[in-house]
């Protein structure tokens, strides 16, 4: 039997106690008169505070209704329903206020177990969790939150996107509470015995909106993605890694990939091969024969000249000795353009000789500006015995 309502005798002091009693069997009210209050709880509370106990055998329970009506009500604990407050008809425990429920994005959020700290009040936390621990260094305070398919009696496995987890952030906009952002732990692949991959997606709601957009996630590949710009404290703000090899976007705002640095270095920076012609007999220099090219008189058979063309911005070359013994090899400047062998300027329209040319001698040229429009050459002497030939 359990005790259902008490009257004491004679408003409250010593005396006899009219106790209602309820028999959970018969389902009936019995009345007894104790004479003795000191054994019982007295409902309207008692010097010292009181003990209730609920049995005396293992796993005995005390069960408190708010009422025997189908129809549940609350039950309050402490003095007014701003303390502790259990709505039997929810299930659902408010602490600090008689509500369980807010307004979000105008629908009604209702919480199994909602926490609410009032302005003024000393405490600087709606929940807190803590742990002792001594024998391990892994045990901490923890937040537990599973999810599960079926039913809470019949649990079943959960499926890829299922959400598991989620800590939210709403504030108060004038008229109720809106999303501000969330931290979502979800399903991210297939899940099976002992296999649950996971992403943590973090959402927030940009200016003007109370709805979270993704701003960042981190997959179940440990890949870490993110939506918006990554920004230090100084320097410029990065939005892309780039894969473009040409690095053509010329952006501070992208980054480019190992790949396309190797792409840009490979085709911008690369030892560019000169190409070579064999000049045996007399002739002249078109613009593409100068321009990064070695000029070999290989197979010559008697004096050989080469006149040069009109000098002009970038050409550049090498003339070498493939064959000796045939007879001095010339490089001429055209009529309008002069050499400066050495650092000597020759006239215009003379040309620089390899009178007993052997096989390695060499000799460098190349143009450079000597007015607003007009080049001139430049020729360096590198192996044997160069002069001024003359015109």
């Not at 400047?333 to 096989?359: F, Q, R, W």
Request: aromatic content about 8%.
């Amino acid at each position: 039997m359990g005790i259902w309502a008490s009257q004491i005798s004679g408003g409250g002091g010593s005396g006899d106690m009219e106790t209602s009693v309820y028999d959970p069997a018969s389902k009936a009210e019995q009345v007894l008169t104790i004479s003795d209050e000191s054994d019982y709880a007295l409902l309207d509370g008692a010097s010292g505070g009181q003990t209730v106990i609920g049995g005396t055998d293992a796993s005995d329970a005390l069960e408190l209704n708010s009422t025997s009506n189908a129809t549940k009500g609350n039950i309050i604990f402490g003095d007014g329903a701003d303390q502790m407050f259990y709505s039997e008809a929810l299930a659902a425990l408010a602490v600090g206020r008689d509500s369980h429920q807010n307004v979000v994005n105008g629908s009604t959020f209702t919480g199994k177990l909602a926490t609410h700290v009032d302005d003024g009040e000393t405490s600087t936390a709606g929940v807190g969790v803590e742990r002792a621990e001594d024998s391990s260094a892994g045990f901490g305070a923890t937040l537990y939150g599973g999810r599960s398919r079926g039913t809470l009696a019949a649990r079943t496995v959960v499926q890829d996107d299922d959400s598991l987890f989620r800590l939210i952030a709403v504030g108060r906009d004038g008229t109720d509470f809106a999303l501000a952002g969330s931290i979502e732990f979800e399903v991210d692949g297939t899940p099976g015995s002992d296999d649950m991959p996971c992403r943590i997606v973090f959402k927030t709601s940009p200016d003007g909106s109370q709805t979270p957009a993704e701003a960042m996630r981190i997959s179940q590949d440990n890949a870490v993605l993110l939506a918006g710009t990554l920004k230090f404290t100084a320097g410029g703000a990065v939005n892309e890694f780039s894969t473009d090899g040409t690095l053509a976007g010329d952006s501070d705002s992208a980054v480019p990939t190992e790949k396309a640095v190797k792409t840009y270095s490979d085709t911008n920076f690369a030892p560019t091969k000169m190409n070579e012609i064999v000049q045996a007999a007399t002739d002249t220099l078109t613009a593409a024969e100068v321009s990064s090219t070695v000029i070999n008189n290989y197979g010559q058979s008697a004096a050989n000249t080469q006149t040069l063309p009109a000098a002009a911005e970038g050409y550049n070359g090498i003339c070498v000795i493939g064959t000796a013994g045939a007879g001095a090899f010339h490089l001429k400047a055209g009529a309008s353009d002069k050499i400066y062998l050495d650092g000597t300027a020759l006239d215009n329209g003379d040309k620089v000789s390899l009178a007993t040319p052997v096989v390695g001698d060499y000799f460098t040229f190349w143009t450079f500006q000597t007015g607003a429009s007009t080049y001139d050459w430049i020729v360096t002497t590198g192996s044997g015995t160069l002069t001024d030939g003359g015109a």
